[in-house]
């Protein structure tokens, strides 16, 4: 069920009048009953990983938390007796009892991922290692579906065991209310990722019907309609065509490309998000911000703090800071400020902490090279921006540039260029072609009068089409400079009501008329489904 | 101040609602030119007077039976309710439609569609049903027409569908927004022009002649509906030469028939007795009939229903008199613009499909 086909509009309209039509105690039953409606209606066998996922984790989190309070039972009832040697190595038992169950839960939720997602990949890479050494053995593939949002519901398990672990939050001790916590259906396609402390409250909680925020999460669905719709299932037409014929479209069409789905995968992943958070908000529950106008940011760092925000932050919570303070990490780190000095010293244990990182960012991506090699790319750029921060301090010493408009500028521009670049991994279909496309987007550039001179006409989209775009994009930059200020919503809501009510049936007939929906449009998931 | 947000609501939700409507008409394909048999069916609703003779099927009626000839040679009223590639099931809700409306004596149908079991082309299903004015009968055509990769929704609400024409809308969009002209007398289609029949591949053996169940289906329904309704259905073969009419398909029907205690004539064995001759009297090379076939075929099939159904004659009826004076006239008219079209270009540019 595609957010944007009907069926799902009627489905959501189904839950809403039921959701304020029913008991506020059966509210959050009701979620959880559509959620798992929604992904058996996806695929019925997806089912079964879901539910592994959910029991497993609501077991292990009840065996932590119990471990848990037997020693605080235990230490309470002795604490006049134990000695400080003892309760340590009680402490330590128990974490050690703790540790091995987070470990299982760990091994059966990543390992179902691993497997789903991976074992092709896996057997893919090995017959290219039998091939290359001349063995002429071959493994089969198996026939695996990747259910949908595996890669979402497998994180937001994990990040709340570890929570549970780590004792940032109690273990949710109804079964039920957990497998709402995982399958939530909005958040099942495309996430975000969702931390249980910031989820679980406001979902489970009873929500009267309120105009304001219902009115608000509508806004916000046809927003995300308006960017999937008109934008980027639109802009969609034009990148297919340069990825697609990479023999023909070289060049200064590569550029061309590459910003094109920079602004496609934009428009439909925060487009996809706000319908996410829309009809989150619609019936009362807040889901957090998953973006802040990346393409607004001056460097990559900053971009990856406000780009898939969610994604971004378990990254560092689950596995950067845990590999930066672990104890192989600090020996590592003590060794190479003896041996190699404090400069080495410093970095190395970062460094590995940032390739662990977007090494792991790339394989959740997808299970292929060019996300692999896109995530190392991308932790290379990091670091080697890091690097170059002394020399930015200099620079911004010698000339009085830092803060001054066309200075921002050009940092958003030298950022949204680098993105786009990495991106490119995004569309090639192999690693190689990708370098070689990149190349070629160089050493071809020259074609760059031919692009404005009919060469925009070549990649199927026609001139109304370009106006449509245009339209767009002026209506996105817009919102992201008024939002910069606050809630556009709000700023609207400030207005009267008539311009109120006009902007609602302007963005509805807009997106009825220039959506790329219906027979003739590819109806297209949302590029993020994928991972 | 929230009274008059409801009142600002209500009148914002009306003009939303309107502008879409006028907006779904905007973009509504016009079939004034080109393929215009995609507005033959909505033309059907202007009919001011009922007829004894209700013609279903597809093009093999609505380009082969001209209604003005049974009217001036027999004072036979009637209508053809077909489009391009018309199914069965189809056929059977436009009779279904009709019937809301009148009971005529006679229903022809033209078997040809038993061929297809099942749904095959949206931009035929769209010629079919979009013409129809919104029904339970609609409805279930939609249902019963729609390829899998189409939506009820899509039907029900054309806007969600035509949405993307907005990019290519022509002056005709605009001039035909709110009224059409006619198309057609009574929903003949008329060409005439001439291309001699032509040599057609041999037929292909087929790996099984029987129609399908669900085609079967619907001309089982179509029988019953004629029963209940007390009117007699005639089941023709028109006289076509492509695309083959097999003797194992001509057998089933012969036999349908027989049991139902049905007529039907196969009238591609009558084409002499007709008096077509397909040098002449077809346009796109026997596939066809031209106005001068068609005006053949209808003055033999008149013939044949005075004989063996008793029509009554209505001309003298003063107000059917009036309403088929303007027919003939705009027919004529039609004719004759076709004519000196032909004349000034060498072709009917009308028809051509930009």
């Known amino acids: ?531 | 101040m929230k009274k008059k947000n409801i009142v600002i609501g209500i009148i914002t939700a009306i003009l939303l609602i309107v502008s879409l409507g006028v907006l779904q008409r905007l973009l509504m394909p016009k079939f004034m030119t080109g393929i215009v048999e995609g507005s033959l069916v909505e033309e059907y609703y202007q009919e001011k007077s009922k007829h004894d003779v209700i013609f279903v099927g597809d093009c093999e009626v609505y380009e082969n039976f001209s209604p003005i000839t049974l009217w001036k040679n027999y004072g036979i009223t009637s209508y053809i309710r077909g489009s391009a590639q018309q199914l069965i099931w189809q056929s059977y809700y436009l009779l279904e439609d009709t019937l809301r409306f009148e009971k005529p004596d006679v229903v022809v149908f033209n078997v040809l569609s038993l061929k297809y079991d099942q749904p095959q082309s949206e931009a035929y299903n769209r010629m079919s049903i979009d013409g129809m004015q919104l029904s339970m009968t609609k409805i279930n055509n939609i249902l019963a027409s729609m390829t899998p990769k189409e939506n009820i929704l899509d039907y029900i609400f054309p806007i969600l569908r035509y949405h993307s024409r907005i990019t290519s809308l022509t002056a005709d969009d605009f001039k035909y927004c709110f009224g059409k002209d006619k198309v057609s007398t009574n929903g003949y289609y008329m060409r005439v022009d001439v291309k001699p029949a032509g040599v057609f591949p041999t037929p292909k053996k087929l790996a099984d002649y029987s129609f399908g169940a669900n085609a079967m289906k619907y001309l089982d329904k179509m029988t019953l509906l004629c029963k209940q309704n007390g009117i007699k259905l005639i089941l023709i073969k028109a006289p076509c030469l492509y695309p083959h009419w097999y003797k194992e398909w001509d057998d089933q029907v012969k036999t349908y028939a027989q049991k139902n205690n049905l007529d039907y004539i196969n009238m591609i064995n009558l084409v002499d007795k007709i008096g077509i001759d397909f040098k002449k009297n077809t346009y796109d090379a026997g596939l066809h009939l031209n106005l001068s076939g068609a005006e053949k075929l209808a003055d033999y099939f008149g013939a044949y229903l005075v004989r063996n159904y008793a029509l009554k004659d209505h001309r003298g009826d003063p107000s059917l008199d009036k309403i088929y004076n303007d027919k003939t006239a705009f027919y004529n008219d039609m004719k004759q613009s076709q004519i000196d079209e032909i004349k000034r270009y060498g072709y009917l540019k009308r028809f051509l499909v930009k």
């Open chain 1, 1 to 531: 069920m595609l957010f944007t086909s009907y069926n799902f509009i009627a489905f959501i309209t189904l839950v809403f009048i039921l959701y304020y039509s029913i008991p506020k105690k059966w509210q959050w039953p009701l979620l959880l009953v559509s959620s798992y409606f929604f992904y058996f209606v996806a695929g019925k066998e997806y089912l079964v990983y879901i539910v592994v996922t959910t029991v497993s984790t609501f077991l292990v989190s009840l065996g932590i938390e119990k471990l848990r309070g037997k020693q605080t039972d235990y230490l309470s009832e002795n604490k006049d007796t134990i000695e400080k040697e003892d309760k340590k190595k009680y402490k330590a038992g128990i974490k050690k009892r703790q540790w091995q169950l987070l470990l299982g839960c760990l091994i059966i939720n990543l390992g179902i991922l691993a497997f789903v997602k991976y074992s092709n990949f896996s057997i893919a890479n090995i017959n290219t290692i039998f091939k290359i050494t001349g063995s002429s053995y071959q493994l089969s593939f198996l026939n695996l579906v990747l259910p949908m949002g595996i890669s979402f519901y497998t994180f937001q398990a994990v990040g709340y065991i570890i929570d549970v672990y780590r004792g940032k939050v109690a273990a949710e001790k109804n079964l039920f209310k957990l497998a709402l916590f995982v399958s939530f259906f909005p958040q099942l396609v495309q996430g975000p990722i969702s931390r249980f402390s910031d989820l679980a409250a406001t979902l489970y909680e009873h929500h009267a019907f309120n105009i304001h925020v219902v009115s608000f999460g509508i806004q916000r669905i046809l927003w995300g309609l308006f960017k999937k719709l008109v934008i980027a299932d639109r802009i969609l037409v034009g990148v297919n065509s340069i990825i697609r014929n990479s023999g023909e479209f070289q060049g200064a069409y590569v550029l061309v490309g590459m910003l094109f789905y920079a602004f496609e995968l934009y428009a439909d992943f925060t487009g996809g998000i706000d319908i996410t958070i829309g009809i989150a908000e619609v019936m009362g529950i807040r889901v957090k911000e998953n973006f802040i106008r990346p393409y607004f940011s001056k460097s990559i760092k900053e971009y990856w703090r406000r780009w898939h925000i969610s994604m971004s932050t378990w990254f560092t919570d689950y596995i950067f800071y845990p590999i930066s303070v672990c104890q192989p990490m600090l020996k590592l780190s003590r060794f190479s400020r003896k041996h190699f000095g404090d400069f080495f010293g410093k970095r190395i244990p970062v460094y590995i902490s940032v390739f662990v990182v977007w090494f792991a960012t790339g394989v959740w991506h997808g299970a292929s090279w060019n996300f692999i090699v896109w995530g190392v790319m991308n932790g290379v750029v990091i670091m080697i921006s890091q690097e170059f921060i002394p020399l930015y301090e200099k620079f911004h010493k010698r000339f009085d540039v830092e803060g001054k408009f066309y200075y921002r500028a050009f940092q958003v521009i030298r950022t949204i260029l680098l993105m786009s670049s990495l991106r490119m991994f995004d569309c090639y279909r192999d690693v190689g072609l990708t370098f070689k496309m990149f190349g070629n987007m160089f050493i071809n550039f020259g074609n760059i009068f031919e692009v404005f001179n009919g060469g925009f006409m070549k990649l199927g989209l026609t001139g109304i089409d370009y106006l449509i775009l245009l339209f767009g994009f002026t209506a996105l930059f817009s919102v992201s400079l008024i939002q910069r200020k606050g809630s556009v919503r709000e700023f609207f809501a400030t207005k009267p009501t008539v311009l109120r009510y006009s902007m609602f049936g302007f963005i509805i007939i807009v997106i009825l008329l220039f959506g790329a929906y219906g027979v003739g449009f590819d109806a297209r998931q949302f590029i993020y489904n994928q991972f």
